[in-house]
């Protein structure tokens, strides 16, 4: 019987961290699609950018919150660097009302933390037990490109 319930537990685990790394890997591929619109709105015409340093800040099953540096060389030759913090969730009450996923996003130009700062707030968000989705959630919006236009997504 404990064997039984220890390889439950260690399933429902697993299956966790499959989900976590789902999010992950799609916000991963979202955020370069993303990037693209983004950029063509605040620098229009412009074609060269490089995002570096893209790093997870925090991701869970339903929530994923990247952050990097972009380099992009605006219509006068400068070099132009942003920070950002992109949020990217699975929107619930919009996925319900349409009975497949809608995924939502933004992007805030904040300051890239360091490593340890992401540590100590991943440690801090478990202890506190913060609801990090709820408090995303209200500044985003769908993805109005998403990278796999596929129509169950």
């Not at 100590?120 to 408090?135: I, Q």
Request: with cysteine; aromatic share 8%.
């Amino acid at each position: 019987m404990r064997k039984l319930l220890l390889l439950l537990i260690l399933a429902g685990m697993s299956l966790s961290c499959i989900r976590h790394s789902a999010m992950e890997e799609r916000a991963r591929k979202q955020i370069v699609v993303s990037l693209e619109d983004y950029i063509e709105s605040y620098f229009p015409g412009n074609q060269s950018w490089r995002m570096e340093d893209l790093e997870t800040v925090y991701t869970n099953d339903s929530l994923c919150v990247l952050q990097c540096s972009v380099f992009i060389n605006d219509s006068l030759g400068k070099q132009v660097i942003r920070d950002y913090r992109y949020i990217y969730l699975l929107d619930m009450d919009l996925s319900r009302a349409s009975h497949k996923p809608v995924f939502a996003e933004n992007f805030l130009n904040v300051l890239c933390l360091t490593r340890k700062e992401i540590r100590e707030g991943r440690r801090k968000t478990r202890r506190s037990g913060e609801n990090l989705y709820d408090t995303a959630q209200g500044g985003c919006v769908p993805v109005q490109a998403p990278f796999d236009p596929s129509p169950d997504h």
